[in-house]
């Protein structure tokens, strides 16, 4: 973030009249920006803190009710899960960029997935009686498990050169 700065305040310098905004162009694993996905990461930023605005109003909501803790979990996850499910993951990262998108977006698009998927197995397995700890915990494995299977086949696939048959 100090390199990002100090290039950015160098390539100021050279210039004559007043500053200017200069949008940032960040650079993930295998130099490929976000921008190549037609968003930038302002935008991306942005979704990540709407999402979590919203958990976090229903969390609130469902604590100021008086519901249990791990109703409040559930009700936090499914919200998010909701407006995910009303958009579609692949909205947000389109199939035609698949070929050029960097191994972090990959990873970023599997863990969703995971996180998606370990919501179902909590809303399938969720019981009223059951303390926060168990139903967190569960969560937790059921995304865990997946994003290791995905992000592991996503690894392997992309180490292993394609046959031609």
């Known amino acids: 973030m100090i390199a990002f700065f100090h290039r950015r305040m160098d390539s100021l310098r050279g210039r004559k ?3 200017q ?3 940032p162009r960040l650079f993930w694993i295998g130099d490929r920006p976000p921008q190549s996905e037609g968003k930038t ?3 991306i930023i942005r979704t990540y803190i709407f999402y979590g605005l919203i958990m976090s ?10 519901d249990s803790a ?12 909701y407006l995910l499910s009303q958009e579609g993951l692949r909205a947000h ?8 998108r960097s191994l972090a977006t ?7 997935n995971a996180v998606l998927f370990g919501t179902v197995i909590t809303f399938l397995n969720f019981r009223p009686d059951a303390p926060l700890d168990t139903t967190f915990r569960g969560f937790v494995v059921a995304a865990g498990v997946m994003a290791a299977l995905d992000i592991g ?8 050169p394609e046959r031609p048959s």
């Open 17 to 19: 009249g007043p500053l």
């Open 153 to 160: 086949f996503l690894l392997y696939r992309r180490r292993r």
């Open 41 to 43: 990461m302002n935008q």
């Open 57 to 66: 109003l229903y969390a609130a909501m469902s604590w100021m009710l008086g």
């Open 70 to 81: 791990s109703l409040i979990f559930l009700k936090a996850l499914g919200s998010g899960m």
């Open 93 to 100: 990262f389109p199939e035609q960029h698949d070929a050029t």
């Open 106 to 112: 990959w990873i970023e698009f599997k863990l969703l």
């Open 21 to 23: 905004f200069v949008e």
